[in-house]
């Protein structure tokens, strides 16, 4: 199973960004896909997740401005990201957990100016 995730690039304060994340190989049909995200200097941080159900989880950080969403027939994952601020600045990276498995795909960096 591989991960590509795309969409990360620079943007000013307030702006919108579009974050997705393909997956290629047998993922199966029930798993969590998730975003997590790294500043530098912090740790790793859980920011969405959701179900093969479709179920959602955010971080208090993002909750109401970003919306994670799945097409499970193209086993790709989507991040909106809106109202963005400087301290949304991080690289981010896609997840897939499986009963089995979990993958991580390399980041994408976003920028966000103030």
């Known amino acids: 199973v591989q991960l590509q995730a795309s969409g990360g690039g620079l943007v000013q304060a307030g702006g919108s960004l579009r974050l997705s994340c393909a997956a290629s190989?047998?993922?199966?049909?029930?798993?969590?896909m998730g975003w997590s995200r790294q500043a530098p200097g912090n740790q790793r941080e859980i920011i969405a997740l959701?179900?093969?159900?479709?179920?959602?989880n955010y971080a208090d950080s993002v909750k109401g401005r970003f919306t994670i969403s799945r097409d499970n027939a193209k086993n790709t994952m989507y991040l909106e990201m809106n109202s963005l601020k400087p301290e949304d600045t991080a690289v981010y990276y896609c997840?897939?957990?499986?009963?089995?498995?979990?993958?991580w795909g390399k980041g994408t960096l976003v920028t966000v100016s103030s």
């Open positions: 997840r897939l957990l499986t009963p089995k498995n979990n993958y």
């Open positions: 959701i179900t093969s159900g479709g179920a959602t």
């Open positions: 190989g047998s993922i199966g049909s029930i798993n969590t």
